[in-house]
Each structure stands twice: as structure tokens, then as C-alpha cells.
């Protein structure tokens, strides 16, 4: 006859951590919360071990004045729901419904973020790649056009306001607004007489960017757009949205190609360093399981 586990039974202390205990209870969530993710049931020992690495991470960062408050922590979890399309109830009620306690994950968050500003902060200089590192790379990566023509825009985002439960006949009519308005403006000064002026549209300040910036769709149709024009209208939450594109002037500083070898060794060094220093914290540490 199958019964539930009693509250002693899931308080049972599993692990402590410098007098920080780990319970059973904190083990059955994690490994939860890491099915939830992964798909297959995590083996027991890797979750205790993720969980002490947590423990160690959190009282590292206090060692630095590093401790995310809770709104920190509360951003970087609607962060992550926005990144999945999802509200921050949406994904609470998601992960309730796995049994699994809001707050877990966000143990999970505030560790993570202690342990990035922790690495980054005491190894920038070494976590630096340079222009020369990144060419070496390419070269032996086979590349033969590590500096491939990238460009630096700047654009001034536009959008038609349409109303919210508007009818898709409104939307189409504001959409056929803003072709006729692509077809009339020329430039970026006239795009700003205009949209300053105009009900239910705005122009955004100027943006700057660099094609390493931008995904490989945005860079097509902003170098199909001359400058001074607006680029094809586009429906979103907001309206009817376009870009006027101000000026697009030729830069090797970081070409799309370039931005990925330097975040690729980028990742490489930080990864490196993260391990190196949690094995020293984690050596320095008071470990002890409880006998059994």
C-alpha cells in the first residue's frame, strides 16, 4: 500500500553544506525541476551535486558582497518566461502543475547569477579576447574571410498604433497606411516631421547597431532598404511597426563572422575559469553527509 512521505521523512537532511543543510525535499524538487528540462530522470548523485555547488556559489558571492536581492531575482525569472513566450503566472501555474515550487527555480536563478557576476568579475582580463586571438582562430578554423564587410546602422523604429481586440480589416487598413508612407518617405528627417505629428504613430530614438548585432533576417532586409527609407511594415503587439533607416556605413570592427569565434572562445575561457574556480571553493568547503 503506497503512502506519502511524511514531512520527517522529506526534512530528512541529505547533505550540509558549511552547517547549510540539503534535504530530501530540496533533492526530490531539483531532480523535478531538472526532468521538467532534460526529459529523462537525473541521476540522484549529479542533483545532490548541483545542489551543493549552489550552496558554495551563494556563499562565495556574500564573501564579495554579491546577493542578488529579491526583485533581482524576480526580474531575471520574468526574463526567463518572456525568453519562452510565457507570462510569469503562465509558468509558475506550468511548473505547479509538475509539483514543483516556484522557488526552486529561483534558488536556481540567484545561484546563476551570483556565479556570472563572480567569474566575470574577477577574471575579466583574462576573459578578454582580442583582435589578434580572434584572426589566429579564424585562420585555423579554415576561414578564409574572417573579415567579411559588416556595417553599422542606424535606424529610428516607427510604429502605427493600432488599438488592442482591433478588427483584422483595421489592421490590414493601417498596414496599407504605412506601404503608401514606405513609397513617400525618403529620408530620416522627413520621417520625423511626420511621425512627431502624426495620431497614433511614433518615431522612436535613433539605434545603433552593427551587423554582428543583428540575425541574419534583419540584415537582409535592412541592406535591401536604402538609406532614408522605411523598411516593410511588420504586425506586432504595438501596431504596425517599420524601421527608417538613417545611415549604414561599412565597419570591420565586429562582423557577424567575427562575433561568433569571439563568443565561442569567449564561452571556452569562461567556461574553463567557472570550473577551475568552483573546484576551489568547493575544495574549501565543509562538506558532510549524515550517517545513515
Same mark, same amino acid.
Given at each position: 500500500?503506497?503512502?506519502?512521505?511524511?514531512?520527517?521523512?522529506?526534512?530528512?537532511?541529505?547533505?550540509?553544506?558549511?552547517?547549510?543543510?540539503?534535504?530530501?525535499?530540496?533533492?526530490?524538487?531539483? &531532480?523535478?525541476?531538472?526532468?521538467?528540462? #532534460?526529459? !529523462? @530522470?537525473?541521476? +540522484?548523485? =549529479?542533483?545532490?551535486?548541483?545542489?551543493?555547488?549552489?550552496?558554495?556559489?551563494?556563499?562565495?558571492?556574500?564573501?564579495?558582497?554579491?546577493?542578488?536581492?529579491?526583485?533581482?531575482?524576480?526580474?531575471?525569472?520574468?526574463?526567463?518566461?518572456?525568453?519562452?513566450?510565457?507570462?510569469?503566472?503562465?509558468?509558475?501555474?506550468?511548473?505547479? &502543475?509538475?509539483?514543483?515550487?516556484?522557488? #526552486?527555480? !529561483? @534558488?536556481?536563478? +540567484?545561484? =546563476?547569477?551570483?556565479?556570472?557576476?563572480?567569474?566575470?568579475?574577477?577574471?575579466?582580463?583574462?576573459?578578454?579576447?582580442?583582435?589578434?586571438?580572434?584572426?589566429?582562430?579564424?585562420?585555423?578554423?579554415?576561414?578564409?574571410?574572417?573579415?567579411?564587410?559588416?556595417?553599422?546602422?542606424?535606424?529610428?523604429?516607427?510604429?502605427?498604433?493600432?488599438?488592442?481586440?482591433?478588427?483584422?480589416?483595421?489592421?490590414?487598413?493601417?498596414?496599407?497606411?504605412?506601404?503608401?508612407?514606405?513609397?513617400?518617405?525618403?529620408?530620416?528627417?522627413?520621417?520625423?516631421?511626420?511621425?512627431?505629428?502624426?495620431?497614433?504613430?511614433?518615431?522612436?530614438?535613433?539605434?545603433?547597431?552593427?551587423?554582428?548585432?543583428?540575425?541574419?533576417?534583419?540584415?537582409?532586409?535592412?541592406?535591401?532598404?536604402?538609406?532614408?527609407?522605411?523598411?516593410?511594415?511588420?504586425?506586432?503587439?504595438?501596431?504596425?511597426?517599420?524601421?527608417?533607416?538613417?545611415?549604414?556605413?561599412?565597419?570591420?570592427?565586429?562582423?557577424?563572422?567575427?562575433?561568433?569565434?569571439?563568443?565561442?572562445?569567449?564561452?571556452?575561457?569562461?567556461?574553463?575559469?567557472?570550473?577551475?574556480?568552483?573546484?576551489?571553493?568547493?575544495?574549501?568547503?565543509?562538506?558532510?553527509?549524515?550517517?545513515?
Amino acid at each position: 500500500m503506497a503512502a506519502s512521505p511524511s514531512p520527517a521523512w522529506a526534512q530528512q537532511v541529505v547533505v550540509m553544506v558549511n552547517g547549510d543543510p540539503i534535504t530530501e525535499f530540496d533533492v526530490q524538487q531539483r &531532480s523535478k525541476l531538472l526532468m521538467l528540462s #532534460t526529459h !529523462k @530522470q537525473p541521476d +540522484r548523485k =549529479d542533483v545532490i551535486n548541483e545542489l551543493i555547488d549552489e550552496k558554495v556559489k551563494i556563499r562565495e558571492g556574500k564573501k564579495f558582497g554579491i546577493d542578488p536581492s529579491a526583485n533581482d531575482v524576480d526580474q531575471s525569472y520574468a526574463a526567463m518566461s518572456g525568453r519562452m513566450h510565457l507570462s510569469t503566472d503562465q509558468l509558475t501555474k506550468s511548473l505547479e &502543475s509538475q509539483g514543483i515550487r516556484v522557488d #526552486t527555480l !529561483k @534558488q536556481r536563478i +540567484r545561484a =546563476d547569477m551570483v556565479w556570472g557576476n563572480l567569474v566575470r568579475g574577477r577574471y575579466k582580463e583574462s576573459l578578454q579576447i582580442g583582435e589578434k586571438e580572434v584572426a589566429a582562430a579564424a585562420q585555423e578554423s579554415g576561414d578564409q574571410k574572417p573579415d567579411t564587410q559588416g556595417f553599422e546602422y542606424k535606424m529610428q523604429p516607427v510604429v502605427l498604433v493600432v488599438p488592442h481586440g482591433s478588427s483584422q480589416e483595421v489592421i490590414e487598413s493601417r498596414k496599407k497606411e504605412a506601404e503608401a508612407l514606405r513609397a513617400r518617405i525618403q529620408t530620416c528627417v522627413e520621417a520625423n516631421a511626420f511621425f512627431k505629428t502624426m495620431q497614433n504613430a511614433a518615431i522612436r530614438e535613433t539605434v545603433v547597431k552593427t551587423s554582428a548585432d543583428l540575425p541574419p533576417s534583419l540584415r537582409e532586409i535592412l541592406d535591401n532598404t536604402p538609406v532614408g527609407h522605411l523598411t516593410p511594415p511588420e504586425i506586432t503587439r504595438q501596431g504596425v511597426e517599420m524601421v527608417a533607416l538613417c545611415a549604414k556605413e561599412p565597419t570591420k570592427v565586429d562582423t557577424p563572422k567575427k562575433r561568433e569565434i569571439r563568443d565561442k572562445m569567449y564561452n571556452e575561457k569562461y567556461e574553463a575559469k567557472s570550473k577551475a574556480y568552483l573546484r576551489d571553493v568547493r575544495a574549501s568547503a565543509m562538506i558532510e553527509y549524515p550517517k545513515q
